[in-house]
């Protein structure tokens, strides 16, 4: 008989939202408390069919040298435990991660999850998740997606009861459901939007302790890239925004909004970024598409609603 295979239809993941970071769901900080079972784990939404990364916890373990030692002899020492990050792409099916995604306080803990998964091997769970970076993706003739990126406090190996259906049976969102405005215009025929948000935070681990415990936010970047056929997107001034790159005063008063289906993500503040836009660019006989990136350009105010 063959050996054993591993087929990732034995593999599935789950989220509890935390109220203190680590605490699972007793919620005192740092309790790394196991979930009980399946009533206090939620379904993931439905993944897209790609390689997922878990988050994953190991020992850091050096052999050494030292004087006094035979010429094949090491002396092995643990140094410190590193918390690999976890990386999962799946489709739009909720608001759950992009208000998690611009959630925070700069200089205070982020908002966190418990997440919990099988990876055919064993049952593990990562505690005190924090997005890194939430990438939002619509394209035409396509369902939404969005990317999480998020480190995490500690890993545990430990078995909880999940659910037999892990993930959210909810109808997803496609491109048909998407509306960008730029600068209060509409965007009638948008081809592709990507959104962008980057989370920056204190590194390195509390003094006396393996785990990183205060992950302070530090800041919150966002970059929105536009790509759409009509031509008649002004800024609020009423001034094209092409022409804000001809002109030496610096401008920075777009608001920008992306309607994902669940949420309607508004940028204030927002600017073209250099070199991003095809502005220069006469293509061949046809309608000409338009495309440019956002980046901050002031006193940026994030919000859904």
Known sequence: ??????????????????T?????????AYATTAPSGAAELTPCNYPYNETQT???????????????????????????????????????????????????????????????????????TAYGCYITKYTFHSITKEAMDETLEFNAYDVEDEDVVMDTSPWDATAVFNHEDLAVTIGGQTCETVKEVTVEITKTYTEGPAGGSYLHKFPLLKKIDIEITVEWEDYNINATTGVNIWDDLLTEAATADLAITVDTGTKVLTATCMKVKPESTNINEIPEKGTKSYKATFEIGGACALSTG
């Open 54 to 124: 878990m988050p994953h916890a190991e020992y850091v373990q050096e052999a050494l040298e030292g004087p006094g030692q035979n010429i094949t002899v090491k002396q092995t020492f643990t140094k410190a435990k590193k918390v690999l990050p976890g990386k999962i792409k799946q489709y739009v099916q909720n608001a759950t991660w992009v208000d998690m995604a611009i959630a925070g306080t700069g200089g205070a803990l982020p908002a966190t999850f418990l997440f919990h998964y099988d990876d055919g091997q064993n049952q593990l």
């Open 20 to 28: 203190a970071i680590a605490g699972g769901p007793a919620g005192a």
């Open 1 to 18: 008989m063959p050996a054993a295979f591993t087929h990732t239809k034995d593999m599935w993941w789950e989220y509890y939202l935390e």
